[in-house]
C-alpha cells in the first residue's frame, strides 16, 4: 500500500489551477470532451504517460485532472525550464521535478520517490513535442519509475491542444478559440521489475496509438490539408521521417551554440 500526500495547502497550484480554469473556460471557452477520467486515481500514485502535441499539453491534464479527482499532478519538467529565475521558482512551488536531460539519474530517483509518498506524476515519454502529430518512440523511463515504485501507468492522449501552442506553427488566436479537445484516458496498465521494459514501453505506445486515432477518427473539425493533421490522414503536417530529420537538425544547432 502507498501512502496518500497529505493535501495541504498549496497556493502557488492553487492560483495556477484557478488562472488555467479561467484562461481555457473563460478566456478561450474550450469545448474538452474527456473519456476514462475514472482511470484517474482519487488517492493513491500513477504515472500519467501523456502524449505530447503542443506545450500546453501538461495545463490541460492538470484541468482535466483537478475537475475530476481534485488531484495535483506532478511533472517532470526540463531544467532549462527550472533554471528560469521566475519560472523555476514557481515550477518548485508547485513540487514538479526537473530532469537534466545529460545526467537524469537524480530525477529519476526523485520521480519514483514522489510516486512511492502517493503522488499523481505526469510524465511526457517522447520526451518532446511530436510535429508529425503521431506518436513518437518512447523512453522507457515511464514504465521503469512505475515498475520500481510499484504504480501503475495511466495512457493519456491529449489531442486538440496543438491549437493553443505547438512547434514550428504559431497558433492563432482564432484557431484556439472554442477549440475542441479531446483528452482520452486509457486503463491502468500494471508493470513489475520483472518485465522487460523495451516491451512493456512498447505495448503502452500500442495503447496511445489507439487512443489517438480514435480521438482523431471523431475529431469535429476537418484536417484535411491542415497543418494539424499528420500526413497519414491528409493533412500537411510532417512525416514522422521528416519530422525526425528536423529534429536532429534542431538538436545539432543547440548543441553547437552550447
Known amino acids: 500500500m502507498h501512502p496518500n500526500p497529505k493535501r495541504r495547502f498549496e497556493p502557488i497550484y492553487s492560483m495556477a489551477v484557478g488562472a488555467g480554469r479561467v484562461f481555457f473556460g473563460g478566456v478561450l471557452q474550450l469545448r474538452p470532451k474527456i473519456t476514462g477520467a ?3 486515481p482519487k488517492t493513491g500514485p500513477a504515472v500519467l504517460a501523456i502524449t505530447h502535441f503542443g506545450y500546453m499539453d501538461f495545463a490541460l491534464v492538470e484541468w482535466v485532472a483537478w475537475l475530476r479527482t481534485r488531484r495535483r499532478v506532478r511533472y517532470m519538467v526540463t531544467k532549462r525550464a527550472a533554471d528560469k529565475p521566475v519560472v523555476g521558482w514557481l515550477l518548485s512551488q508547485m513540487r514538479h521535478i526537473p530532469v537534466d536531460m545529460s545526467a537524469g539519474r537524480d530525477a529519476y530517483t526523485n520521480a519514483v520517490a514522489a510516486l512511492t509518498s502517493g503522488e499523481v506524476l505526469g510524465v511526457f515519454p517522447e520526451a518532446g513535442v511530436s510535429a508529425s ?8 523511463g515511464a514504465v521503469r519509475m512505475a515498475a520500481a515504485a510499484g504504480v501503475p501507468v495511466i495512457p493519456v492522449v491529449v489531442w486538440g ?24 484516458i486509457g486503463k491502468p496498465m500494471r508493470v513489475s521489475e520483472s518485465d522487460d521494459p523495451v516491451e512493456a514501453t512498447a505495448a503502452l505506445r500500442t495503447e496511445l496509438e489507439t487512443l489517438l486515432a480514435e480521438a482523431q477518427a471523431t475529431y469535429p473539425r476537418s484536417g484535411e490539408g491542415q497543418w494539424w493533421q499528420p500526413a497519414h490522414l491528409g493533412g500537411s503536417a510532417p512525416t514522422r521521417e521528416a519530422a525526425a530529420e528536423m529534429e536532429a537538425e534542431r538538436q545539432r544547432k543547440r548543441a553547437a551554440e552550447r
Not at 502529430?133 to 522507457?140: D, P, Q
Not at 491542444?161 to 482520452?184: C, D, M, W, Y
Open 38 to 40: 475514472e482511470a484517474i
Open 161 to 184: 491542444g496543438q491549437f493553443l501552442r505547438t512547434k514550428n506553427h504559431r497558433a492563432s488566436f482564432r484557431e484556439a478559440f472554442k477549440a475542441p479537445i479531446r483528452v482520452s
Open 133 to 140: 502529430f503521431t506518436v513518437r518512440e518512447l523512453k522507457t
